[in-house]
Antibody
Framework: EVQLVESGGGLIQPGGSLRLSCAAS????????MSWVRQAPGKGLEWVSV???????YYADSVKGRFTISRDNSKNTLYLQMNSLRAEDTAVYYC???????WGKGTTVTVSA | DVVMTQSPLSLPVTLGQPASISCRSS???????????LNWFQQRPGQSPRRLIY???NRDSGVPDRFSGSGSGTDFTLKISRVEAEDVGVYYC????????FGQGTRLEI
């Protein structure tokens, strides 16, 4: 069964760091492009970052320079390293495969003092 | 950056009646490979988004045939032929021509 499971969210103070993980099963992460998408409380979906099979990465302007997407092929896992976190980064973070045909259940990040 | 604009943002409907959501992109979504990467998603309350339609008009596995997508270039439409109670939620269009961009969402309510 094709599945994505996110983890690593939590409560963090402004300026802090978190690393989110997205464990994939049923397919190979490095053969697909993978994205992170977030949803702030009561708001719509916002694309955050993508990593293509060749390793090229792109970021939304709102996170550029603070977030880094990566993957570990041996663990078949996608990551999102989030630094210099701000209150406006508070959201449920989803990972998604390719053109978002598969989504995880999400992990919640709350940035608050 | 590609901007996606949906309308309406709120859509009151009657059970059994049709519904239609429009999505417009700020530039053509025709990719250099010839495909048009326009998808539609449904997000029920408390759930992750679920893809309904890919590449404008292709239904994902398990999606009821009352859902259909159409359009080309910069103008796209999601139609529900007869709304059922389980269709309540928020619908998003998404372009995949340059990274990913979502529309603002349309809340379908009965």
């Amino acid at each position: 069964e094709v599945q994505l499971v996110e983890s690593g969210g939590g409560l963090i103070q402004p300026g802090g760091s978190l690393r989110l993980s997205c464990a994939a099963s049923g397919f190979t992460v490095n053969n697909n492009f993978m994205s992170w998408v977030r949803q702030a409380p009561g708001k719509g979906l916002e694309w955050v970052s993508v990593i293509y099979s060749g390793g090229t990465t792109y970021y939304a302007d709102s996170v550029k320079g603070r977030f880094t997407i990566s993957r570990d092929n041996s663990k078949n896992t996608l990551y999102l390293q989030m630094n210099s976190l701000r209150a406006e980064d508070t959201a449920v973070y989803y990972c998604a495969r390719k053109f978002a045909d598969v989504w995880g259940k999400g992990t919640t990040v709350t940035v608050s003092a | 950056d590609v901007v996606m604009t949906q309308s309406p943002l709120s859509l009151p409907v009657t059970l059994g009646q049709p519904a239609s959501i429009s999505c417009r992109s700020s530039q053509s979504l025709v990719h250099s490979d010839g495909n048009t990467y326009l998808n539609w998603f449904q997000q029920r309350p408390g759930q992750s988004p679920r893809r309904l339609i890919y590449k404008v008009s292709n239904r994902d596995s398990g999606v009821p045939d009352r859902f259909s997508g159409s359009g080309s270039g910069t103008d796209f439409t999601l139609k529900i032929s007869r709304v059922e109670a389980e269709d309540v939620g928020v619908y998003y269009c998404m372009q995949g021509q340059q990274s990913l961009t979502f529309g603002q969402g349309t809340r379908l309510e009965i």
